[in-house]
Structure formats: C-alpha cells, structure tokens
C-alpha cells in the first residue's frame, strides 16, 4: 500500500474559477460561431491581423494565470488523486 501524498498547494488553479472560466468560454464560442475575430492593430500600417491564442490561453492571460505552473498543479493534483484512490483499492 503507498502512501497518501499531502495534499499540493494551487496557487494557480486557485485564480480560476470554473464557473466563470465556462461562461468566457461559452461566450469566446459564441463569438465565434458569429463569424467574429479578435485582432491586433499595426499602428504602422492601420493593418489588423487575427490574434492566434485560443480560447484557453486568452482565459488564462486574462486571469493571470501562468499556464506552465498550472500545468504542474494539474499534475501533482492527479498524482494526490491517485495516492487517495490506491489507498481505497
């Protein structure tokens, strides 16, 4: 039998909320669907050019939320989740 891990801090995850984080994502979608890009402005040339970062990347920029770190919570969080699972069994 392993151990059960401690629980890991989430600093990361802990600025996401998930309801609101579906609701962006809802509406990102919805925006989509109508045929409606974000773009950036050259101020050069007054040229626009579509912004590439999906709809994940722009949800977590916008909450401040460093993806390679949450990425590293995500996966000690699995880790913790299975240590509670392989107890049970």
Not at 10 to 36: C, M, N, W, Y
Not at 78 to 83: C, I, Q
């Amino acid at each position: 039998m392993k151990a059960i891990l401690k629980q890991p801090l989430t600093p990361e995850h802990d600025k996401q909320s998930v309801a609101v984080e579906r609701a962006i994502t809802e509406f990102l979608e919805f925006i989509d669907s109508k045929g409606i890009m974000f773009c950036k402005a050259d101020e050069e040339t007054d040229n626009y050019y579509p912004i590439s970062k999906n709809h994940r990347a722009l949800i977590f920029e916008f909450f401040g939320i460093d993806m390679e770190k949450w990425e590293q919570e995500n996966r000690a969080l699995l880790e913790y989740l299975r240590s509670l699972n392989e107890r049970e069994e």
